[in-house]
């Protein structure tokens, strides 16, 4: 299988982009709501055995010098689940209305409490290494109770 992951790049121009979008909307008094998407930890296991997740780390870096973001991504206890369970997502990418409502209610403060307390963290320039930190101590966790998903992702992607 190709690897889908050999030209996951950091790009500074769609940063600037993203930079310029945030600014008009300080200007018009709109507060953005940046987040990454809770994709399955598949999907961020697929990103780390393909040799790109320090380019990953580096991404959200750059992000949270734009403005702060909510981080959905990781090995939580929505993104972890097990991969064959369709009942929070249809694919490793695409989660279903359930997932997106949680996201929803955490970043806009609807319904405290509803979700799990490990989903959704918002990111800021102060807390980016604690938090990359504590995903890497999860993706341990997370590697160590599924070697085998682990072996085989490792055969599905080419180095």
Same mark, same amino acid.
């Given at each position: 299988m190709e690897n889908i992951y050999i030209n996951y790049k950091l790009s500074y121009v769609a940063l600037h982009r993203l930079q310029r979008i945030t600014s008009i909307?300080?200007?018009?008094?709109?507060?953005?709501?940046?987040?990454?998407?809770?994709?399955? #930890?598949l999907q961020?296991? &697929?990103i780390r055995?393909?040799?790109?997740?320090?380019?990953?780390?580096?991404?959200k870096k750059e992000l949270v010098k734009i403005?702060?973001?909510?981080d959905f991504s990781g090995y939580n206890s929505i993104t972890s689940t097990p991969p064959y369970?369709?009942?929070l997502y249809f694919d490793q990418s695409h989660y279903r209305k359930r997932v997106g409502n949680l996201v929803l209610n955490r970043m806009l403060n609807i319904h405290e409490g509803s #979700?799990?307390?490990?989903? &959704?963290y918002l990111i800021t320039t102060d807390n980016i290494d604690q938090h990359m930190q504590r995903i890497?101590?999860?993706?341990?966790?997370?590697?160590?109770?599924?070697?085998?998903?682990?072996?085989?992702?490792e055969m599905l992607i080419e180095k």
């Amino acid at each position: 299988m190709e690897n889908i992951y050999i030209n996951y790049k950091l790009s500074y121009v769609a940063l600037h982009r993203l930079q310029r979008i945030t600014s008009i909307c300080e200007q018009k008094n709109i507060k953005p709501n940046l987040f990454i998407h809770p994709s399955h #930890g598949l999907q961020w296991e &697929g990103i780390r055995v393909a040799g790109r997740w320090e380019e990953f780390e580096d991404w959200k870096k750059e992000l949270v010098k734009i403005s702060p973001v909510w981080d959905f991504s990781g090995y939580n206890s929505i993104t972890s689940t097990p991969p064959y369970n369709y009942d929070l997502y249809f694919d490793q990418s695409h989660y279903r209305k359930r997932v997106g409502n949680l996201v929803l209610n955490r970043m806009l403060n609807i319904h405290e409490g509803s #979700g799990p307390e490990d989903f &959704g963290y918002l990111i800021t320039t102060d807390n980016i290494d604690q938090h990359m930190q504590r995903i890497r101590e999860e993706r341990t966790r997370w590697q160590k109770d599924n070697p085998e998903i682990i072996k085989s992702i490792e055969m599905l992607i080419e180095k």
